[in-house]
Structures are given as structure tokens and as C-alpha cells.
């Protein structure tokens, strides 16, 4: 059974900082590309960040450029999103990914991707 658990949601301050993670079992971390991506209220899911299956490449959000940092720990089977400097427009519910086809990259152009998900963690920012 595949499960990725999402931890590190909370209420903060603009300006804060807080560190997601997400723990995957029941599939071989290290051969998933992973990803974060969050929906506020009313609107849809978009894309915040991923990380290649191999570490070497990395995608953001034009919005979270310089401020959010994707990594992961094979050996921990354990992503990570580091969000700095935080703003009342990052409120949303995270969800982490995990792409179900190994060696597969996340096709950010696509509206649903084929992955499995988190339940989400809720990070809100107050001004």
C-alpha cells in the first residue's frame, strides 16, 4: 500500500518559515520524482515545486522562486519543502506527490498528474 504522509503544516506570520515533509512507503522512493503542490481556497491546485527521481533537477513556481527550496533524502525516503519568508498568498493546503511510473518526471504543463498524494497539510499566513 502506497502512503505518503505530510507533516510540518502550521500558522505563522508573514516573513516566517516553516519546513514541510513528506515520508513515502510502499514504493521505492529513490526511483520517484516527488513534488509539493498546494490549493488555497477556491481555487485550483497548482504546482509549487519538484525534484527529479534523480536529485538533479528541480522545478518552482514563478511565486515561490527564492524563497522555497524542494530536497530529498533517499535515504529517509523523505521529501522536504523549506519555505522562507512566507506571504498571506502561500495560505493553501499542501500536498505532496510521489510520480507512480519510476524514473518519470512530473510534466508541470499537465493539469492532472499521475501520481500518488498526501493527504495535505494545512499552512496558513497571517499578515
Known amino acids: 500500500q502506497v502512503q505518503l504522509v505530510e507533516s510540518g503544516g502550521g500558522l505563522v506570520q508573514a516573513g516566517d518559515s516553516l519546513r514541510l515533509s513528506c515520508a513515502l512507503s510502499?514504493?521505492?522512493?529513490?526511483?520517484?520524482?516527488m513534488g509539493w503542490f498546494r490549493q488555497a481556497q477556491g481555487k485550483e491546485r497548482e504546482c509549487v515545486a519538484t525534484i527529479g527521481w534523480n536529485g538533479r533537477s528541480t522545478y518552482y513556481a514563478d511565486a515561490v522562486k527564492g524563497r522555497f527550496t524542494i530536497s530529498r533524502d533517499n535515504a529517509k525516503s523523505t521529501m522536504y519543502l523549506q519555505m522562507n519568508s512566507l506571504k498571506p498568498e502561500d495560505t493553501a493546503v499542501y500536498y505532496c506527490a510521489a510520480h507512480k511510473l519510476y524514473f518519470n518526471n512530473f510534466d508541470i504543463t499537465q493539469r492532472t498528474q499521475n501520481a500518488y498524494w498526501g493527504q495535505g497539510t494545512q499552512v496558513t499566513v497571517s499578515s
Open positions: 510502499g514504493r521505492t522512493f529513490s526511483s520517484c520524482a
